[in-house]
């Protein structure tokens, strides 16, 4: 059972710490983004197939698998946040349930984001969609 009362209020990070890991994942998808350029100029020829699959992978797939399979971006993971079910925050997502959040985010860009300062548990709007939430790593109930 989800009691709020039980729940330290540090348990939930605060917009700062969510904005810097989204800051960090910008640098990681940069990252990959000129390791993909630069593998792609040692050749003299690159479909636009495996073109086309770098820039799903970066752009669209990074935040959902990572999310899903390891609790979170590389981003969460460096500021030691991790998105977990909120109905069991020992498991993550499911990775339909990442796409779904990933495209909440993007729709609902900064005003999604921003919504964290306006309930307990700092949800997201993209957090509503899915019924996830963002915890320190390591926080037990």
Known sequence: ?????SI???HYPELSD??????LDWVVLFGFMLIATFV?????????KVRMAAFLFVFVFYDPL?????????GHRMI???VKRESDEQKNILLPLALIRYLGKILFGWISLLSVTFNIKKKAIHDYLIGSVVIYAGDKK
């Open 80 to 82: 030691g946040l991790r």
């Open 66 to 74: 990572f999310t899903s399979f390891f609790g979170g971006t590389i």
């Open 1 to 5: 059972m989800n009691d709020d009362i």
């Open 8 to 10: 330290p209020e540090n």
């Open 18 to 23: 969510r904005i810097k890991a989204m800051a």
């Open 40 to 48: 792609f100029s040692l050749f003299e020829t690159v479909s636009d």
